[in-house]
């Protein structure tokens, strides 16, 4: 366990030192994403809410709460897509091999570049919506005692998503399409900005296939109605969710490994 | 000990037709019944040609690629049923800029690297501090080495192959892009693992003076397959390249020219007499060096020898002469 964690550490530092080199980098990831929220913000602020059929849109404040934390897990499963992403340029670079070398946990090391990049790419953002949170009193101040949990929720199950883009853009170099099937209909069939209990009926069975759907319905119960009571079947759905995730993570590095090994795809010259 | 028997890598390679039409699948044989030997405290070198199979194979032992078919095994460890098992005795050194993290500095790749395989923290700062200053980097060890020269990226390399004290080392042209001087140094430490810490090299080169210095054994392959294997001395003898003796004198009567065909018929060697800018030259090429004899030979006729010269057969020519051959 403790040769697991120093990988996952080694992991963590090496992203931010080779991605997150630069303070201007930090800069962006605030920008963008307050932009994208504020964007959204606007979208609905011309809206009589009152007339809402969605308990999140009944005033400013709660809606607020909601886009706030849509917003979160959106950057946190989003930015781990592009992590993901970034993968080809390690086979490019010829480092991706280098890792497959040395014997080091394969799980750790995905997982690892996982966390990394979740935490990189979030925490400014997270700084932010807490603060627009207490700001907006959108939120009785007793749920942030719930904050703790929430993140939890929220790096674990982010963190198994990452995992898995991971090992699926570790497979091909040109995986590059799979950013464009995962990250806008990730946004729009997981509730980010529109409840998905408002969608029609085929768009709810889409949105139970991304955890992010499962992650916001437990993170807004916890933080606007103080209970899982309401999210009992989210919780069932995301654990099983992250367990089938975790088992196709393993089975596919599996595979990929083998792929590589078969191949010699994890260099080009 | 590291053993292979008859290892072979077939790739399959998609060999485009025009936009309209889909691609042939070709198989391109890399390397074929490739049987090798590396003992702990040797020096083996694998030189071929360019497309040979040399890089093939070392990654094929290193466990980053997996034989078609054959097998090879690193102390008696199977390396194709568990190849996660022999990466903690190899590492590969290969040569150019790429496989090291530009943005971080020598000293933050060293760290990454040492962390996955596992190196006990307080011996893996030792080792970083032993190895940068083994390859000369102490100066700019946490610089990123996006601003280093080629020569240092590739110093970097080096001690990134050493990081996890590898008992078997593969070096793909190591020294390519290095300066004289820290070339020589590498081969000075590259000799010193062997000989003294009893580790097993597989060396991979174009600079033959790195052969002939440092190699005990040689495989020499073409087209994935074995062609020669010995000392670099018996591959030298094997492609029977001989000794080249040049002989200047000022005129060679025709009994003294007899006298000298005579004796290269004894040891079949091939004789030459030309006109040289002032009088004759003589030249003698046999399997072994006859310049003695030949010297007694005119010397006894009474004849003064101008000029000699000796040209002793070079591994380089060897080499090319058996791949030609082969």
Known sequence: MKVIWRIIQAEIMKQHRNTFHSRYMYFALLIWPIVIFINAYYDFKPFNLSDSMSEYFTSIESMVTFLITGFLAYNSFGALVQSAWLMSFERRNGTLEMVFLSPANRMAIIYGRALGALFQNIWMFLIFAVFVTVYVNGIPLVNLLYLPLVFLILILSAMIWGGLMNVIFMFSRDAGILFNVFDEPMALFSGVRVPAAVFPLWAKVISVIFPLTHTLVIVRSLLIRGSLIGSLPSIGYLIAVSIIMIALTRFMLHKAEKHGRETGNFSFY | MIQSDNLCKVYTVKEKKGFFRPASVKKVVAAQDLSLRIEPGHIVGLLGVNGAGKTTTIRMLAGILAPTSGTFTIDDIDGVRHPKEIKKKVNVITGGER???????????????????????????????????????????????????????????????????????????????????????????????????????????????????????????????????????????????????????????????????????????????????????????????????????????????????????KLEDALMKLTMEG
């Open chain 2, 99 to 313: 496989n090291i993290y530009w943005r971080l500095t020598a000293r933050e790749n060293l760290e990454y690297f040492g962390a996955l395989y596992s190196v006990p923290k307080a011996e893996l700062k030792e080792r970083i501090g032993r190895l940068i200053d083994l390859v000369g980097l102490a100066d700019s060890a946490d610089i990123p080495v996006e601003k280093y020269s080629k020569g240092m990226k590739q110093r970097l390399q080096i001690a990134r192959g050493l990081i996890n004290d590898p008992k078997y080392l593969f070096l793909d042209e190591p020294t390519l892009g290095l300066d004289i001087a820290i070339a020589k140094e590498l081969r000075a430490y590259i000799r010193d693992l062997a000989r003294e810490h009893d580790r097993g090299i597989l060396l991979t080169t174009h600079y033959i003076t790195e052969v002939e210095e440092l190699c005990d054994r040689v495989y020499l392959i073409n087209k994935g397959r074995v062609i020669k294997t010995g000392a670099p001395h018996e591959l030298i003898q094997l492609a029977q390249m001989g000794v080249g003796v040049c002989i200047h004198v000022d005129a060679l009567p025709d009994a003294a020219a007899g006298n000298i065909k005579a004796l290269a018929a004894r040891y079949d060697a091939s004789v030459e007499i030309g006109r040289a800018e002032h009088g004759v030259s003589i030249l003698i090429h046999g399997a072994e060096n006859l310049s003695t004899y030949c010297m007694k030979s005119l010397t006894d006729d009474g004849l003064l020898v101008k000029k000699l010269e000796i040209t002793e057969p």
